[in-house]
């Protein structure tokens, strides 16, 4: 069993930057693809970035260009850098870790992100 968890959250001003970082209790190299995912209250999950083990990225529409997905093979942890943040950006983030035709199943707690305007 592998625990994710979640840090760098916490409250910042429009236009300003967060990194979020998911350290993994185990390497991150069994997963074919490690994610960031964000939840509004009353919504479901929607996927922000996605990171292979080959380091291919794939970004939400709305993110491309601010958001900037990473990780660390050697400390067990992946990135998510957040520029030009705005209002829209408040919501929980996740971390997921996902296995080839199993999806993301393995998920962190969440880091609240709030975006004052």
């Known amino acids: 069993q592998v625990q994710l968890v979640e840090s760098g959250g916490g409250l910042v001003q429009a236009g300003g930057s967060l990194r979020l970082s998911c350290a993994a209790s185990?390497?991150?190299?069994?997963?074919?693809?490690m994610a960031w995912y964000r939840q509004y209250p009353g919504k479901q999950r929607e996927l922000v970035a996605s990171?292979?083990?080959?380091?291919?990225?794939n970004y939400a529409d709305s993110m491309k260009g601010r958001f900037t997905i990473s990780r660390d093979n050697a400390k067990n942890t992946v990135y998510l850098q957040m520029n030009s943040l705005n209002a829209d950006d408040t919501a929980v983030y996740y971390c997921?870790?996902?296995?080839?035709?199993?999806?993301?199943?393995?998920w962190g707690q969440g880091t609240q992100v709030t975006v004052s305007s």
């Open positions: 185990g390497s991150i190299l069994i997963f074919n693809s």
């Open positions: 990171i292979t083990t080959g380091g291919s990225t």
């Open positions: 997921a870790a996902g296995r080839r035709g199993a999806g993301y199943v393995y």
